[in-house]
C-alpha cells in the first residue's frame, strides 16, 4: 500500500505530506485547494510527464517521493530484472526530482530510467484521473480492458499472435519487393553477377588490409627509416664517442680496481652483459641497414593492391570480412536467380504457412476472449447493479475483425440502463456520470487480478449525487476491504465512508500561498461532512446531519 507522499515546491505545495492507512482513505476540500494537484504529483513521482511551469515561484527544484509497502513476490521478481535489490521490510520507496529541462528518477536510491519507473509502478498502484472515464467512449479501451481481465488464461497469446502478425507484414513486403518485372529482374541479375565476379577476382585475404598498410607505411617513409638508423648505428657502434666505445672503456677501468674488491665482480659482469647487448644490438642494425634498399616495383605492387581493397571496402564493407559476407549474399542472389520461380514459389508458401499459423493464434485468442467476455460480462452486471443502475442489460460483444496486430477481434461494451430499450454502445447512452460509476466498476473487477494492493480515484463521483452516491460509497467501502483505496470527493455520501479522512487546505502568510494536507480529527471530519453537505455556516443542525450520515455509513460497512 502507499504509508506516504511528500511534496516539495510543486505549483502551491511548498512542503506538503500525507501519510496514509489501510482501508479508504478519503481526501477532501475547498475548491481549489489543491485536491488534485496532490494526486497529480502522484503521477509526477510514478513517471509522468512534468511541464516546468509546475514549478513553484522561485524555486529551482522541485520533489515528489512516495513510500510504498509491499510483500507481493511479482514486484520482487520485477526489481530483480532491474538489477535493484530487494525492498527492505518491504519498503519502496520512489523519489523524482525535478528542474526545467530534465528529472532524475531513484527507486530505493538507486536511479532507474523512467521506463523502468513506470513498468515499476504499475505493479504497485493504479491511478484512475479525473478524465479516465472517457477513454470507455473509445472501442480501443474496451479491448484492453477485457485482456487485462482474461490475462492469466489468454497466457502469452496475444504476444504470439503480435509475433505471428510482424512475421506475415515482413514476408508480405518481401514478396512485394522481389514479384519485379523482366527488366528489372535482369539488371538486378547483371548487377549480381558483376558484383560477385569483382569480389572473387580480388581474392581477399582477411587481415591483408592492414599488413598492406604497414608495408605501404614502411616504403612511404623508407628514407626516414635509414636516416634515422644510420645515426643511431653511429652513436651506438662506431666512433670514438660512440657509446660501444664508452662502455668498452669503463669495463677496462672497472676490471682495473675488481683486483682490489671481490664484490665489484657482479657490476663487472653487469657491464660485459651491457656490452654484449650492444654488441647485438649494432650488428642487427648493421644488418638491416645493409640490407634496405627501395625496390619501386615492390612499392608500386603495394599501392596498388591497397587502393583495390579500400576501392572494394568503399563499395562493400568497412571491413574485408564485411567485403566477403557482400560476395556470399551475391552468390545467394545469384543462385536464387537461376530458379527465381521456385524461389517465389516457396516464398509465397512460407507466407502462406504463416498466414495459416497467424489465423490459427487468432482463432485460440478469439476462443478465450469470448469465454472471458461471457464471464466479465456477468461479473461487471453484478457491479453495476451494485452502482444504482437498476435494470442494466450489459453486454460485452467480440465480434470477427480483419486479423490485426492485436487479434482478428472487434471488442464492444453495450449497455441499456432502462427496461425495453436496446443495448447500445456506450458512447451512444451513458452520460458522464454513468461512464464514472461504470469505470468504477471496471476498476473494482479488475482490482482482484491486477496485483497491485493500491487504488486511487480522483473524482470518481463526477456527475452523480442523492442514492447512487451512496452506492458508489458503498462500492468504494467494499473495494476498501481487499485494497488500500485513496479517493479524492466533493460529496458527502463518499466522505462519511472514510476510514480515513484528510482535509486539503490552501493558506496564505506574508504575501505567499501553500497548499498543505492534514489528517482530520474527528470534530474536523463532522465539520468538513457539514460543508459537503451545503451548510454555509456550521451549526449544531449540521453537524447532528453529519453525525447521522457517519451513522449511516458504519450501519453499510457492517
Given at each position: 500500500?502507499?504509508?506516504s507522499?511528500?511534496v516539495k515546491?510543486?505549483a502551491l505545495?511548498?512542503?506538503?505530506?500525507?501519510r496514509?492507512?489501510?482501508g479508504l482513505n478519503?481526501?477532501?476540500g475547498?475548491?481549489g485547494a489543491g485536491?488534485?494537484?496532490l494526486?497529480?504529483s502522484?503521477?509526477?513521482?510514478?513517471?509522468?510527464?512534468?511541464?516546468?511551469?509546475?514549478?513553484?515561484?522561485?524555486?529551482d527544484?522541485a520533489?515528489?517521493?512516495?513510500?510504498?509497502?509491499?510483500?507481493s513476490?511479482?514486484?520482487?521478481?520485477a526489481?530483480?530484472?532491474?538489477?535493484l535489490d530487494?525492498?527492505?521490510?518491504?519498503?519502496v520507496i520512489?523519489?523524482?526530482k525535478?528542474s526545467?529541462?530534465?528529472?532524475?528518477?531513484?527507486?530505493?536510491?538507486?536511479s532507474?530510467?523512467?521506463?523502468?519507473l513506470k513498468?515499476?509502478?504499475?505493479?504497485?498502484?493504479?491511478?484512475h484521473?479525473?478524465?479516465?472515464?472517457e477513454t470507455?467512449l473509445?472501442k480501443s479501451?474496451?479491448?484492453?480492458?477485457?485482456?487485462?481481465?482474461?490475462?492469466?488464461e489468454?497466457?502469452?497469446?496475444?504476444?504470439q499472435?503480435?509475433?505471428a502478425?510482424r512475421?506475415?507484414?515482413?514476408l508480405?513486403?518481401e514478396l512485394?519487393?522481389?514479384?519485379?518485372?523482366t527488366?528489372?529482374?535482369?539488371r538486378e541479375q547483371?548487377l549480381?553477377?558483376?558484383?560477385c565476379?569483382?569480389?572473387e577476382e580480388?581474392?581477399l585475404?582477411p587481415?591483408e588490409d592492414?599488413?598492406?598498410e604497414?608495408d605501404?607505411?614502411?616504403?612511404v617513409?623508407?628514407r626516414q627509416i635509414l636516416?634515422?638508423l644510420?645515426?643511431?648505428?653511429?652513436?651506438t657502434?662506431?666512433?670514438?664517442d660512440?657509446?660501444?666505445?664508452?662502455?668498452?672503456?669503463?669495463?677496462?677501468?672497472l676490471r682495473v680496481?675488481?683486483a682490489y674488491?671481490?664484490?665489484?665482480?657482479e657490476?663487472?659482469?653487469l657491464?660485459l652483459q651491457a656490452e654484449?647487448?650492444?654488441?647485438d644490438?649494432?650488428r642487427?642494425?648493421s644488418?638491416?641497414?645493409?640490407?634496405?634498399?627501395?625496390?619501386?616495383?615492390?612499392?608500386?605492387?603495394?599501392?596498388?593492391?591497397?587502393?583495390?581493397?579500400n576501392?572494394?571496402?568503399d563499395?562493400?564493407?568497412?571491413t574485408i570480412?564485411?567485403v566477403l559476407a557482400?560476395?556470399?549474399?551475391c552468390?545467394?542472389s545469384?543462385a536464387r536467380f537461376?530458379d527465381?520461380?521456385?524461389?517465389l514459389?516457396?516464398?509465397?508458401?512460407?507466407?502462406?504457412a504463416?498466414?495459416?499459423e497467424?489465423?490459427?493464434?487468432?482463432g485460440?485468442?478469439?476462443?478465450?476472449?469470448?469465454?472471458r467476455?461471457?464471464?466479465l460480462?456477468?461479473?461487471?452486471s453484478?457491479?453495476?447493479?451494485?452502482l444504482?443502475?437498476?435494470?442494466?442489460?450489459?453486454?460485452?460483444?467480440v465480434?470477427e475483425?480483419?486479423?490485426?496486430?492485436k487479434?482478428?477481434?472487434?471488442?464492444?461494451?453495450?449497455?441499456?440502463?432502462?427496461?425495453?430499450?436496446?443495448r447500445?454502445?456506450?458512447?451512444n447512452?451513458a452520460?458522464g456520470?454513468?461512464?464514472s460509476r461504470i469505470?468504477?466498476a471496471?476498476k473494482?473487477?479488475l482490482a482482484?487480478?491486477?496485483?497491485c494492493d493500491a487504488?486511487?480515484?480522483d473524482?470518481i463521483d463526477?456527475?452523480?449525487?442523492?442514492?447512487t452516491?451512496?452506492?458508489?460509497s458503498?462500492?468504494?467501502?467494499?473495494?476498501?476491504?481487499?485494497?488500500?483505496v485513496?479517493?479524492?470527493?466533493?460529496?458527502p455520501q463518499?466522505?462519511?465512508?472514510?476510514?480515513?479522512h484528510?482535509i486539503?487546505?490552501?493558506t496564505?502568510e506574508?504575501g505567499?500561498?501553500?497548499?498543505?494536507v492534514?489528517?482530520?480529527?474527528e470534530?474536523?471530519s463532522l465539520?468538513?461532512?457539514?460543508?459537503?453537505?451545503?451548510?454555509?455556516?456550521?451549526?449544531?443542525?449540521?453537524?447532528e446531519?453529519?453525525?447521522?450520515m457517519k451513522?449511516?455509513a458504519a450501519k453499510s460497512?457492517i
Open positions: 500500500m502507499l504509508e507522499i511528500h515546491n510543486l505545495m511548498e512542503d506538503a505530506e500525507a496514509f492507512g489501510p478519503i481526501l477532501t475547498e475548491t485536491k488534485s494537484l494526486m497529480g502522484v503521477g509526477l513521482a510514478l513517471g509522468d510527464r512534468f511541464d516546468p511551469g509546475m514549478l513553484r515561484h522561485g524555486a527544484t520533489q515528489v517521493e512516495l513510500v510504498f509497502r509491499s510483500e513476490e511479482t514486484l520482487r521478481e526489481m530483480a530484472e532491474m538489477d530487494p525492498p527492505e521490510d518491504g519498503l520512489i523519489s523524482r525535478f526545467p529541462g530534465r528529472s532524475s528518477c531513484r527507486i530505493n536510491g538507486e532507474v530510467t523512467t521506463k523502468q513498468s515499476l509502478a504499475s505493479e504497485l498502484i493504479t491511478v484521473g479525473q478524465h479516465e472515464s470507455l473509445h479501451s474496451h479491448l484492453e480492458i477485457l485482456d487485462q481481465y482474461g490475462a492469466e489468454e497466457g502469452n497469446l496475444p504476444e499472435v503480435r509475433s502478425y512475421l506475415v507484414a515482413d508480405e513486403a512485394a519487393g522481389e514479384e519485379k518485372d527488366d528489372a529482374l535482369s547483371s549480381a553477377e558483376f558484383e565476379r569483382e569480389i580480388a581474392h585475404v587481415g592492414e599488413e598492406l604497414r605501404y607505411r614502411r616504403m617513409n623508407s636516416e634515422g644510420g645515426e643511431c648505428y653511429r652513436d657502434g662506431v666512433g670514438e660512440s657509446a660501444a666505445e664508452q662502455v668498452s672503456r669503463a669495463l677496462r677501468s680496481v675488481t674488491d671481490d664484490r665489484l665482480h657490476q663487472e659482469e657491464l654484449d647487448l650492444l654488441a644490438f649494432n642487427s642494425i644488418s638491416y641497414l645493409s640490407d634496405a634498399e627501395f625496390d619501386e616495383d615492390a612499392f608500386r605492387t603495394v599501392q596498388d593492391r591497397l587502393d583495390l581493397v576501392r572494394l571496402k563499395k562493400y564493407g568497412r570480412e564485411e557482400y560476395g556470399a549474399k552468390r545467394e545469384l537461376e527465381y520461380d521456385a524461389y514459389e516457396k516464398l509465397r508458401s512460407k507466407l502462406s504463416a498466414k495459416a497467424q489465423a490459427s493464434l487468432c485460440k485468442l478469439t476462443a478465450v476472449r469470448r469465454a467476455a461471457k464471464a460480462e456477468k461479473e461487471l453484478a457491479a453495476l447493479s451494485e444504482n443502475f437498476d435494470a442494466v442489460d450489459f453486454e460485452i460483444a465480434e475483425a480483419p486479423m490485426g496486430s487479434g482478428a477481434d472487434d471488442v464492444e461494451f453495450r449497455i441499456s440502463v432502462n427496461p425495453g430499450e436496446p447500445k454502445p456506450l458512447q447512452v452520460s456520470g454513468e461512464l469505470m468504477l471496471v473494482t473487477v482482484g487480478r491486477d496485483g487504488l486511487i480515484f473524482e463526477a456527475g452523480i449525487s442523492g442514492k452516491a451512496w452506492k458508489v458503498t462500492q468504494l467501502g467494499k473495494v476498501s476491504r481487499a485494497h488500500q485513496i479517493c479524492i470527493t466533493h460529496l463518499i466522505a462519511a465512508m472514510a476510514d480515513s484528510y486539503i487546505e490552501k496564505s506574508g505567499s500561498t501553500s497548499t498543505g492534514h489528517p482530520a480529527s470534530e474536523e465539520a468538513e461532512l457539514a460543508r459537503l453537505l451545503g451548510a454555509d455556516t456550521i451549526t449544531e443542525a449540521a453537524l446531519n453529519a453525525r447521522e451513522m449511516q460497512k
